[in-house]
T-cell receptor, first 115, second 114 residues
Framework: GENVEQHPSTLSVQEGDSAVIKCTYSDSASNYFPWYKQELGKRPQLIID?????GEKKDQRIAVTLNKTAKHFSLHITETQPEDSAVYFC??????????????FGKGTRLSVIA | SAVISQKPSRDICQRGTSLTIQCQVDSQVTMMFWYRQQPGQSLTLIAT?????????ESGFVIDKFPISRPNLTFSTLTVSNMSPEDSSIYLCSVEPFLNTEAFFGQGTRLTVV
């Protein structure tokens, strides 16, 4: 089955700097890669996602890149703000059928943005 | 989007007892997924619930410990049976209502076993 590795486990950056979180996956059939942000005591919230037919996607300060050949994808947050502090999870999903395939999550990255 | 109502939001239970968690979705979905999130950890899939058949459990999770019901296309329950302190976690249900797109989560059930 799918296995997702995520690095680093913790990341501290100064406010205004960029943060990068990297993930690798094992199943070449996986074709959907979301990123979730989880604040303390809350459910995971989708912040951006990318499909295997796209190499990069941006949404304001957040971007995700995907390298299918190397089977890795990365989250980039620019101009970080204290409210970006949270735990971020990457995930991968296979193409096995609409709504029938669960997400496999990475272990998470605790991001701290220091004001 | 999909709206999932999950309850209870939290509970403190005595060891040896059982707790049933409910998830109600505002639309019909094929599968519902149950995850466990242990303190400070990632989300781990417990099982996949399909209406009309037995749930499919992941390695390390068994039906006797985590029985699941899926009586219709909008509702599912997860029971945590014969609880021990090691079962203290957040339990989340999830659905993927549209073709190969976003997964939606219930608000989670924070379980503490004492």
């Amino acid at each position: 089955g799918e296995n997702v590795e995520q690095h680093p486990s913790t990341l501290s950056v100064q406010e205004g700097d960029s943060a990068v979180i990297k993930c690798t996956y094992s199943d070449s059939a996986s074709n959907y890669f979301p990123w979730y942000k989880q604040e303390l005591g809350k459910r995971p919230q989708l912040i951006i996602d990318i499909r295997s037919n796209v190499g990069e996607k941006k949404d304001q300060r957040i971007a995700v890149t995907l390298n299918k050949t190397a089977k890795h994808f990365s989250l980039h947050i620019t101009e970080t703000q204290p409210e970006d502090s949270a735990v971020y999870f990457c995930a991968a999903m296979g193409p096995y059928g609409a709504g029938n395939t669960p997400l496999v999550f990475g272990k998470g990255t605790r991001l701290s943005v220091i004001a | 989007s999909a709206v999932i109502s999950q309850k209870p939001s939290r509970d403190i239970c005595q060891r040896g007892t059982s707790l049933t968690i409910q998830c109600q979705v505002d639309s019909q979905v094929t599968m519902m997924f149950w995850y466990r999130q242990q303190p400070g950890q990632s989300l781990t899939l417990i099982a996949t619930a399909n209406q009309g058949s037995e749930a499919t459990y992941e390695s390390g999770f068994v039906i006797d410990k985590f029985p699941i019901s899926r009586p219709n296309l909008t509702f599912s329950t997860l029971t945590v049976s014969n609880m021990s302190p090691e079962d203290s976690s957040i339990y989340l249900c999830s659905v993927e209502p549209f073709l190969n797109t976003e997964a939606f989560f219930g608000q989670g059930t924070r379980l503490t076993v004492v």
